[in-house]
């Protein structure tokens, strides 16, 4: 059986302090971020479900009309289910790409203008233990991996 | 059907040889909580997004989509549809806000503004209850198919899956189960492809001449290709579809597979992997349910048993030649394997979803209050591992030859009733407290069984007490109406302040959790 590293640091608290979070909850940018999200996810989502919901019901009561046929033993019931694969892949391919190319700018945006105005408090006399701040520089990016010792500076057990 | 036979003996050995090799190579990654929890961050999107497919599709499922299309025809397909649309539910909801403010389960992102002890007690808990439900259909599943298709008695059955899984879930932790979920994904993914292809060649790639022939061949002819052979009321449909739906967005084992990638856009391309993946799966096991009812002969629908769970094999079969067929074995053989794989995979991401709950949660942070090192933490989810695999072990000798198709549909209702509304409410709604989510989960859990059990599939008379097959319709609105009202009722100022740092680290991915390898 592998060894596990004698790490003694405490599975803890998952809060990170050091960052005002009220003070980035009222930035305009970040609400700009919040409403974006609910631009596209809202109106997909209510299409995707009432597609689904409504493929049901009508599955429910009208089981003949989605027996017509229309080449061979394919019939309207096999072409609307078809159509909710379709739809699915579609809102899941929009969110994948308005996310990236819209959304994630927009939440770096948040964090540079947070890290601006002091919001984000580095300590750099205990580097090892501000990690919550120091994740924050390459937004999504993994290259510069930081060593696992390094947790965020935890606001003491409630 | 057959027994065993040399070649299932050759093939199970192949199947041994490669993932003991995965098994060793993973053991030498695992070196801290983080690589046994979620294999250091470092699977990438598309790699997660095939994980998530195995993590998603057990060997019940597939079996059981395929059954239900032989006997069902259209209706057979409504399962399958409501689960994926579930993927948009977890993709929207849940996903990467999960993945930028939760470390290794969904407590951790929950506690960053709710209680953490009593939070992480229900919802691990809960996560308990669900991961041994989701175990005892898999174990019962795995043993049935292997005494069916190996030969070996259904006791000795379960107890080999157990000791695999605990193998691999032990050893390896998150990183041999995540190689595991991707080379089981392939497989089936391949032996499916097969199977369609070669039903689809037979039916000279018409999809209308396939249906025809099926329909042709079923007790039902032209109802076969249309509802209602399986679900007639609209309420219970509405409510299947709904716990289907929301109980995907609610699933631990599922919403664990996050916290494996390196950050929220791997989060929600293995998202975008999985829809693609096991939309494609669905379309090819509904050829190949379509296939079994189109080309198997009466004496082998029969083999097929009275759920159709044995429809795929029999018709792997048919396809090899036959009952008794050089090929016909050869192709049985590889099944076999192919689907004791599918269900260990699973039941390992199941095992250590409960593990994770079991030690992280309740261990390291309820009884030691976060007092504890990492080490002793993996040693209790090894520990508890061990225990997990006994209950399940011991409950799945409890079902055999019993019934259990209801309790799929349970599961998730469960997970719709309880994580889907708490996570709902943590990520987007200021006032809830603490007090509300346990209320809210606890009025979940308590609907959905009482419900279940006054249900026509459960209740022992010939006319229950209510007629609703799923309780989703009922006791997820409960469910959320409690949460408000605990939460109205019993407010806490502390919960409410903290939510701006559980909502603005989820929606941004600020201090998130960063790859450790």
């Given at each position: 059986m592998p060894d596990v590293e004698t790490s003694r640091a405490p599975v803890e608290d998952t809060t990170i302090a050091g960052v005002d979070w009220d003070a980035i909850e009222r930035d305009p940018a970040y609400h700009e971020l919040l409403a974006m999200r609910r631009r596209y996810i809202v109106p997909a989502a209510i299409v995707c479900f009432a597609a689904y919901f409504g493929f049901l019901v009508l599955a429910v009561n009208a089981p003949h009309a989605l027996g017509s046929r229309i080449s061979g033993g394919f019939t309207v019931g096999h072409l609307l289910m078809g159509c909710i694969f379709l739809v699915v892949w579609a809102v899941v391919w929009g969110y994948t790409r308005v996310a990236t190319r819209q959304w994630d700018p927009q939440a770096a945006r948040v964090i540079a203008a947070a890290e601006a105005a002091g919001a984000i408090d580095r300590t750099p006399e205990s580097p090892s233990r501000a990690p919550g701040v120091e994740q924050v520089v390459p937004v999504g990016e993994i290259s510069d991996a930081a060593p696992t010792s390094s947790r965020a500076r935890r606001e003491p057990a409630r | 059907m057959s027994g065993g036979n040399g070649f299932t003996f050759a093939v199970f050995a192949v199947l041994v040889a490669l993932t003991g090799w995965i098994l060793v190579r993973a053991s030498r990654r695992v070196k801290t909580a983080d690589h046994f929890w979620a294999a250091g961050r470092s699977i990438t999107g598309t790699q997660n997004g095939v994980a998530m497919t195995g993590d998603f599709l057990g060997a019940a499922t597939l079996l059981g989509s395929v059954g239900l299309i032989l006997l069902f025809g259209f209706d057979g397909a409504l399962y399958s549809v409501g689960w994926l649309v579930g993927f948009v539910a977890v993709l929207f909801f849940v996903g990467e806000r999960l993945r930028n403010a939760g470390r290794y389960t969904i407590s951790d992102a929950l506690t960053i503004r709710?209680?953490?002890?009593?939070?992480?007690?229900?919802?691990?808990?809960?996560?308990?209850l669900i991961s041994v439900?989701?175990?005892?259909?898999?174990?019962?599943?795995?043993?049935?198919?292997?005494?069916?298709?190996?030969?070996?008695?259904?006791?000795?059955?379960?107890?080999?899956?157990?000791?695999?899984?605990?193998?691999?879930?032990?050893?390896?932790?998150?990183?041999?189960?995540?190689?595991?979920?991707?080379?089981?994904?392939?497989?089936?993914?391949?032996?499916?492809?097969?199977?369609?292809?070669?039903?689809?060649?037979?039916?000279?790639?018409?999809?209308?001449?396939?249906?025809?022939?099926?329909?042709?061949?079923?007790?039902?002819?032209?109802?076969?290709?249309?509802?209602?052979?399986?679900?007639?009321?609209?309420?219970?449909?509405?409510?299947?579809?709904?716990?289907?739906?929301?109980?995907?967005?609610g699933l631990p084992n599922l919403l664990m597979r996050f916290f494996t990638v390196p950050d929220k856009g791997a989060a929600r391309r293995s998202v975008g992997w999985a829809v693609v993946f096991i939309g494609v799966l669905y379309l090819l096991t509904f050829v190949i349910g379509l296939g079994a009812r189109g080309f198997l002969?009466?004496?082998?629908?029969?083999?097929?048993?009275?759920?159709?769970?044995?429809?795929?094999?029999?018709?792997?079969?048919?396809?090899?030649?036959?009952?008794?067929?050089?090929?016909g074995k050869l192709f049985l053989a590889v099944f076999a394997a192919v689907a004791f794989a599918t269900a260990l995979a699973y039941v390992a991401g199941v095992v250590i979803t409960a593990a994770s709950a079991a030690s992280h949660d309740i261990y390291a942070n309820v009884i030691r209050r976060g007092e504890v090192s990492e080490r002793s933490e993996i040693l209790v989810a090894r520990l508890t591992t061990l225990g997990i695999a006994i209950v399940g072990v011991l409950l799945a000798f409890a079902v055999e030859n019993k019934n259990i198709v209801f309790l799929a549909g349970f599961v998730y209702a469960l997970s719709a009733s309880t994580n889907f509304p708490v996570l709902m409410l943590a990520l987007g709604w200021r006032r809830f407290s603490t007090t509300g989510a346990l209320v809210g989960v606890a009025t979940g859990v308590v609907t959905a069984?009482?419900?279940?059990?006054?249900?026509?599939?459960?209740?022992?008379?010939?006319?229950?007490?209510?007629?609703?097959?799923?309780?989703?319709?009922?006791?997820?609105?409960?469910?959320?109406?409690?949460?408000?009202?605990?939460?109205?009722?019993?407010?806490?100022?502390?919960?409410?302040?903290r939510y701006a740092q559980l909502s603005v680290r989820a929606a941004t991915g600020l201090g998130a959790e960063r790859a450790t390898s």
């Open positions: - | 709710l209680g953490q002890r009593p939070i992480r007690s229900v919802i691990a808990a809960n996560t308990l439900l989701l175990l005892v259909t898999q174990l019962l599943g795995a043993g049935i198919l292997l005494k069916a298709l190996v030969g070996v008695d259904y006791r000795l059955a379960v107890i080999i899956t157990a000791v695999a899984f605990l193998a691999y879930v032990v050893i390896g932790g998150m990183v041999s189960v995540t190689l595991l979920q991707i080379v089981k994904a392939t497989m089936l993914g391949g032996i499916t492809l097969v199977v369609a292809v070669w039903v689809l060649a037979k039916s000279s790639f018409d999809p209308g001449q396939l249906l025809s022939r099926a329909a042709a061949h079923s007790p039902d002819g032209e109802r076969y290709l249309e509802p209602g052979l399986f679900l007639t009321n609209t309420v219970n449909t509405v409510s299947l579809g709904i716990a289907l739906v929301l109980g995907v967005a002969t009466s004496g082998e629908v029969t083999g097929a048993g009275p759920a159709g769970n044995l429809a795929a094999p029999e018709l792997v079969q048919h396809l090899g030649g036959g009952a008794g067929s050089w090929g069984l009482v419900l279940t059990v006054l249900s026509p599939d459960v209740w022992p008379g010939d006319t229950s007490p209510v007629g609703l097959t799923n309780p989703a319709i009922v006791s997820v609105p409960l469910a959320f109406i409690a949460c408000w009202l605990g939460s109205v009722l019993w407010p806490n100022a502390g919960d409410a302040r």
